[in-house]
């Protein structure tokens, strides 16, 4: 039996998401569903109901360039460590759509919000960037139901991200995200399609009572 069709549709937009990176257009944005998509990020579950999250929406070229520049410099220390076929493969993997996309949007993350009694956060010190990345998840999905690409970039160093942005020492600057309009998205995650690696069948990631203990 097939499954009803608000479902598959769900399936859909959750497996078609990708990491986009070179087929942003570069085309305007409508505010309305910039809206939704900010929206449905807000909307997440958070520790507490702390909602630590805060969104800097980067427009600026200038801004994006120098992100970006930065960027490229990273790319450089880390391929710097890598040596063949390694090295080889990874020369054709583009890590960031900065100046592609129509705008960045940097999702930060408030350790203070709702302080001093984060209720659920007495145990787990990192549930509030838990709560962070579950917005981030939200909006990624949110974007790939509206036909939009999104990529994480993560070639960058917080403390460039704070002084870039003017982001108080007490706020981690947790994802640029490039986000906007997109020729296509890929049926193949790029780092699968160049090698990099393959994705892990379900069953080997798969415990049943205890760690370890497999069917």
Not at 10 to 29: I, Q, S, W
Not at 65 to 81: K, N, P, T, Y
Not at 155 to 182: K, N
Request: hydrophobic share 45%; glycine share 8%; proline share 5%.
């Amino acid at each position: 039996m097939s499954a009803p069709t608000e479902v598959a549709e769900f399936y859909d937009v959750l497996f078609r998401r990708r990491d986009v990176r070179g087929e942003f257009t570069g085309a305007p944005l409508a505010e309305d569903v910039l809206d939704r998509v900010l929206g449905a990020a807000h909307a997440a579950p958070s520790v507490g109901l702390s909602q630590p999250w805060d969104f800097v929406l980067v427009r600026d070229r200038d801004t994006r360039r120098s992100f970006r520049d930065h960027v490229q410099a990273e790319r450089s220390v880390f391929a710097a460590s890598l040596e063949g076929e390694r090295a080889e493969t990874f020369s054709r993997i583009k890590v960031e759509g900065v100046l592609e996309s129509t705008l960045g949007v940097v999702v930060t993350y408030d350790a203070g919000r709702g302080s001093p009694a984060v209720l659920g956060r007495h145990a787990i010190a990192d549930a509030g960037l838990f709560s962070v990345c579950l917005a981030i998840q939200n909006l990624w999905l949110a974007a790939t139901a509206e036909g939009l690409g999104v990529g994480w970039v993560s070639f960058y160093r917080e403390d460039f991200l704070r002084r870039l942005l003017g982001i108080p020492a007490t706020v981690r600057p947790v994802a640029w995200l490039c986000l906007g309009p997109v020729a296509r998205l890929a049926g193949t995650p790029d780092l699968e399609r160049h090698g990099w690696r393959s994705r892990l069948p379900l069953h080997d990631v798969v415990h049943h009572e205890r760690y370890g203990q497999r069917l």
